[in-house]
C-alpha cells in the first residue's frame, strides 16, 4: 500500500481516454489499493486510475472517505448502462486544486462494472454517488469536470493553471 502523487490538470494523461483492463493481475490489485489510500489520504470521495499516472479504466469510489468499508467501491472498467434525471452541484476535483464550480449531472445513474475478482457487479446510484460515479467515469475519458463549465469559464481556468505551470518550470 503507497500513496501515489495525483497528477494536475495540464498533464497530458488526464486528456486521453483510458485503455480497458485486460487482466485483473496483481499490478491492478496493487494499484487498485494505493488508490484507495491515496483517495483517503487526500481526502477524496473518488479517485480515477489516470490521476495516479496509470491510464487504466479503474475507479474508487467512497462517500465516507474510509469510515465505512461497505461504502468503498473499486470497480473495473465501469460502464454508465442508464441515466436518468437531472441535478446541479458544486464539484471540486483533486486534479484541479482550489476550483469549485458547479456542474449539471444525471439524478440516477445505473453503474456496469467487474470486481477485483472479476465477478461483474450492478450499482445503481443517485444524488452524490451517481455525482462521483459519473465525475470518475469522465476522468477515464479524459474529460475534467472543467471540461463541463461555460467556454469562458473553462478557458479562464486552463489559463491559470498553464501561466502557474509556467512559472514553476
Ligand atoms: O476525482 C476526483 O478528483 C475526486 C473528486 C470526486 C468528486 C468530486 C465532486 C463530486 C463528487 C466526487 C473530489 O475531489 S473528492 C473531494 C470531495 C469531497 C466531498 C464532496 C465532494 C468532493
Ligand atoms: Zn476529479
Redesign the pocket.
Known sequence: MARREIMKIGAEILARKAAPVEAIDNGIKTLAQDMVETMHA???????AP?VDSAVRLITVDLSVGEKLEDLYILVNPEITAQEGSCVRE?????VPEVWEKVTRPQKVTVRALDLEGREQIVEAED?LA??LC??ID?LNGTLFVDRLSPLKRSLIRKKFKKAAAKKA
Do not use: V
Not at 91 to 95: A, D, F, Q, T, V
Open positions: 487526500a481526502p477524496g470521495i473518488g479517485l480515477a490521476q464539484e471540486g476535483c483533486l486534479s452524490l455525482r462521483a465525475h470518475e476522468h
